[in-house]
T-cell receptor, first 114, second 110 residues
Framework: NAGVTQTPKFRVLKTGQSMTLLCAQDMNHEYMYWYRQDPGMGLRLIHYSVGEGTTAKGEVPDGYNVSRLKKQNFLLGLESAAPSQTSVYFC?????????????FGPGTRLTVL | AQRVTQPEKLLSVFKGAPVELKCNYSYSGSPELFWYVQYSRQRLQLLLRHISRESIKGFTADLNKGETSFHLKKPFAQEEDSAMYYCALSGGGGYQKVTFGIGTKLQVIP
């Protein structure tokens, strides 16, 4: 059971380039999330998904798009990267709709935009 | 709107000293509160949640609705407790929206 995995682990982009971050989970979880972690700002929710084929905006969605074509995968896209998107990105998943449920996190992707 | 406040970015304590990581929240309903921990070079993971009323690695946290607080406590700090600690709140609303605090770095001095 790998849990939540993220690809890639590190990436350096130039301003204006695009890329996709892949999150995969093998726990059959319904809910998946993308966060960014910045010093002094903690974790902020970018987008989330409550099930296959559905996505919704979180707290800081601008500049990002997501897709959930398969239940186990949640993709985060940057169409035109900006230096302000330099951050560590975490994917998470949880099983149920209950607010008491635990979120399981991936190892993170460190993205630098020059 | 739901909000989580962790007033200390860094907390340094000596090994064997008591630890209290502060967390205050703002939410109009009945929240679910969590503490997550991130050890160096490891992923973020759940430490404990108030609904379980459990003690994990010697840590406890009590939900005080009057003071809207969920402070994390441990009577005797260990070096391996050094990590980033995040307080989180889930307010329900039909989906599991979780709001995280900015985190407190706990440094246990040998």
């Amino acid at each position: 059971n790998a849990g939540v995995t993220q690809t890639p682990k590190f990436r350096v982009l130039k301003t204006g380039q695009s890329m996709t971050l892949l999150c995969a989970q093998d726990m059959n979880h319904e809910y998946m999330y993308w966060y960014r972690q910045d010093p002094g700002m903690g974790l902020r929710l970018i987008h989330y998904s409550v099930g296959e084929g559905t996505t919704a905006k979180g707290e800081v969605p601008d500049g990002y798009n997501v897709s959930r074509l398969k239940k186990q995968n949640f993709l985060l896209g940057l169409e035109s990267a900006a230096p302000s998107q330099t951050s560590v990105y975490f994917c998470a998943s949880s099983y149920s709709v209950g607010s008491t449920d635990t979120q399981y996190f991936g190892p993170g992707t460190r993205l630098t935009v020059l | 709107a739901q909000r989580v406040t962790q007033p200390e970015k860094l907390l340094s304590v000596f090994k064997g000293a008591p630890v209290e990581l502060k967390c205050n929240y703002s939410y109009s309903g009945s929240p679910e509160l969590f503490w997550y921990v991130q050890y160096s070079r490891q992923r973020l993971q759940l430490l404990l949640r108030h609904i379980s009323r459990e003690s994990i690695k010697g840590f406890t946290a009590d939900l005080n609705k009057g003071e809207t607080s969920f402070h994390l406590k441990k009577p005797f700090a260990q070096e391996e407790d050094s990590a980033m600690y995040y307080c989180a709140l889930s307010g329900g609303g039909g989906y599991q929206k979780v709001t995280f605090g900015i985190g407190t770095k706990l440094q246990v001095i040998p």
